[in-house]
């Protein structure tokens, strides 16, 4: 069972999808990742860019954050999405978007920039590279940005060109997932 840990939908359940089709973050990993960046949330612009059930961008609205953006690519998880920022009362703080990440990616070019991005794409895609390439290219990182990586191998950039933009801060692995929390390098921020 998922549920909201804190904040102003704390204890709220919140539906998944019934087989392989996502991943949930677990209980224990998303509790490290919200105590990592807890003083980094309030007021905060936030990208959920796998949504798959919404849990992390709705968690980080329930402790502050001032608004998010939930993207999946299919019609069943942008369902789930959907009730679940409903549920938990925090719809009108959510933009709930169906589309793929490259896709969506490429139509912001500049026009929103992110303070939190949540990147959980399906381990066996090899996504997360063109992920992080992509909020770079398209400058939509704003200075001092916290992307909260998760994924099936300590190595989640693909080429050190993408990895040269990105400063790690944080690893750690819990059961089968890899957290890496990351945030652009100070060239970057400059840029």
């Given at each position: ?21 996502t ?9 490290a ?49 959907t ?9 009108d ?10 896709e969506?990616?490429r ?5 929103e ?37 998760e ?41």
């Open positions: 069972m998922m549920r909201i840990i804190t904040g102003t939908a704390r204890g709220t359940k919140l539906a998944t999808l019934e087989g392989d089709m991943r949930p973050t677990t209980e224990r990993a998303k509790e990742i919200f105590s990592m960046i807890q003083f980094d949330i309030e007021g905060r612009s936030v990208l959920d860019l796998f949504a798959g059930s919404g849990q992390m961008g709705l968690e980080a609205l329930s402790r502050g954050a001032e608004h998010a953006t939930l993207v999946d690519q299919a019609k069943a998880p942008i369902g789930i999405i009730q679940n920022a409903q549920k938990t009362r925090l719809a703080r959510c933009r709930i978007v169906c589309a793929d990440y490259a969506f990616l139509s912001r070019t500049g026009s920039r992110y303070d939190l991005v949540f990147l959980d794409p399906p381990y066996g895609d090899n996504l997360l590279p063109g992920a992080l390439r992509l909020l770079m290219e398209k400058r939509l990182l704003k200075p001092g940005a916290l992307l909260v990586c994924s099936g191998s300590e190595t989640i950039f693909g080429d050190t060109a993408t990895a040269a933009k990105y400063t790690v801060l944080r690893t750690a692995k819990y059961g089968v997932s890899y957290v890496t929390l990351l945030t652009p390098a100070e060239k970057e921020a400059d840029a």
